[in-house]
Nanobody
């Protein structure tokens, strides 16, 4: 099992930046891909960005050019740099780790963008 702890959420004005971090522990040798998802109340959780162990990335169309995902394999962390934030980016953001057949989730961190 992989344990994930997120940090870095908060309140920011539109146009501002935030950096989310996620630290993994436990069965980290099993992790192949990590990512960030987000969820609004009453909505489905959606992919924001994903990065494989080899460094391949993919992004939701809504965040391309504004968000950057990166991974530090030595420190078992993944980061999400969020620039040019918009009010519609307001969500709870969840870290995700794919480890073999299992999907692990963090507890979530709130990101609020004021207009």
């Amino acid at each position: 099992q992989v344990h994930l702890v997120e940090s870095g959420g908060g309140l920011v004005q539109a146009g501002g930046s935030l950096r989310l971090s996620c630290a993994a522990s436990g069965s980290i040798f099993r992790i192949n891909a990590m990512g960030w998802y987000r969820q609004a109340p009453g909505k489905q959780r959606e992919l924001v960005a994903r990065i494989t162990a080899e460094g391949s990335t993919n992004y939701a169309d809504s965040v391309k050019g504004r968000f950057t995902i990166s991974r530090d394999n030595e420190k078992n962390t993944v980061h999400l740099q969020m620039n040019s934030l918009k009010p519609e980016d307001t969500r709870v953001y969840y870290c995700n780790a794919e480890a073999g057949p299992y999907v692990n989730w963090g507890q979530g961190t709130q990101v609020t963008v004021s207009s």
